[in-house]
C-alpha cells in the first residue's frame, strides 16, 4: 500500500545493513557454542533482508557491510572459549577499533555512483563479496518469506499498540 510513494520519497537513499561473516554458523552446530549459530542467524536475516529490501525499492541503495572484526570492542569481552573461536576464524583479520567504521563510511560517502551494486554483501572495505556466499544467503524464496514475515509480526506488534 505504502511501497510506491515511500520508493519515490526515498529515491537516491542509502540503507546499510551490518554483516558479518557468522551467518555461515548457521549450518554449524557447536555445542557449547550454540550462541554463535544464532548470532549467525541474526546476520543471514541482515543479507536476505537487504537483499529483498534491494529488489522491492531499486530506488534505494541497500547494502550489506562487514565491518571488521574489531578487537578490543568485540573480542576483548568474551570469555575464553568464545574469545579462541573468534580469533581462530579470523586469524590475521582482526582490526582496531578506529577502524571497524571505515567500510560502513565507504558505502555512504566513499564510493562512486554506480560501482555500488544494490543488495550486494561488501566486505573490508568496498570488496564486493557476492561470490563467497552460499546458496542459503542467496536465497530469493528465504529473503521474501522473512520480508513477509516481518510484514505480518510488525502489522500485528503495530495493531497491539494502537488498541493500547
Given at each position: 500500500?505504502?511501497?510506491?510513494?515511500f520508493?519515490?520519497?526515498?529515491?537516491?537513499?542509502?540503507?546499510?545493513?551490518?554483516e558479518?561473516?557468522?551467518?555461515g554458523?548457521i549450518?554449524?552446530?557447536?555445542?557449547?557454542?550454540?550462541?554463535?549459530?544464532?548470532?549467525g542467524?541474526?546476520?543471514?536475516?541482515?543479507?536476505?533482508?537487504t537483499?529483498e529490501?534491494?529488489?522491492?525499492?531499486?530506488?534505494?541503495?541497500?547494502?550489506?557491510?562487514?565491518?571488521?572484526?574489531?578487537?578490543?570492542?568485540?573480542v576483548?569481552n568474551?570469555?575464553?572459549?568464545?574469545k579462541?573461536?573468534?580469533?581462530a576464524g579470523?586469524f590475521?583479520?582482526?582490526?582496531a577499533?578506529?577502524?571497524d567504521v571505515?567500510?560502513?563510511?565507504w558505502?555512504?560517502?566513499?564510493?562512486?555512483?554506480?560501482t555500488?551494486?544494490n543488495?550486494?554483501v561488501?566486505m573490508?572495505?568496498?570488496?564486493?563479496?557476492?561470490?563467497?556466499l552460499?546458496?542459503?544467503?542467496?536465497?530469493?524464496?528465504?529473503?521474501?518469506?522473512?520480508?513477509?514475515?516481518?510484514e505480518?509480526?510488525a502489522?500485528?506488534a503495530l495493531?497491539?499498540?494502537i488498541?493500547t
Amino acid at each position: 500500500m505504502y511501497a510506491p510513494s515511500f520508493s519515490r520519497l526515498w529515491a537516491g537513499a542509502s540503507v546499510q545493513t551490518v554483516e558479518s561473516n557468522s551467518w555461515g554458523l548457521i549450518l554449524q552446530d557447536f555445542g557449547i557454542l550454540g550462541p554463535w549459530r544464532r548470532y549467525g542467524q541474526i546476520k543471514l536475516a541482515n543479507i536476505v533482508y537487504t537483499t529483498e529490501l534491494a529488489h522491492r525499492f531499486p530506488n534505494i541503495t541497500t547494502v550489506s557491510v562487514h565491518p571488521g572484526v574489531v578487537k578490543p570492542d568485540l573480542v576483548g569481552n568474551l570469555g575464553l572459549v568464545d574469545k579462541a573461536f573468534v580469533y581462530a576464524g579470523n586469524f590475521g583479520n582482526v582490526i582496531a577499533p578506529q577502524e571497524d567504521v571505515l567500510s560502513q563510511l565507504w558505502a555512504a560517502t566513499g564510493s562512486k555512483k554506480g560501482t555500488i551494486e544494490n543488495g550486494a554483501v561488501y566486505m573490508p572495505v568496498g570488496i564486493q563479496s557476492n561470490s563467497k556466499l552460499e546458496s542459503t544467503a542467496k536465497d530469493h524464496k528465504l529473503a521474501t518469506e522473512l520480508w513477509e514475515w516481518t510484514e505480518e509480526s510488525a502489522g500485528r506488534a503495530l495493531n497491539v499498540m494502537i488498541a493500547t
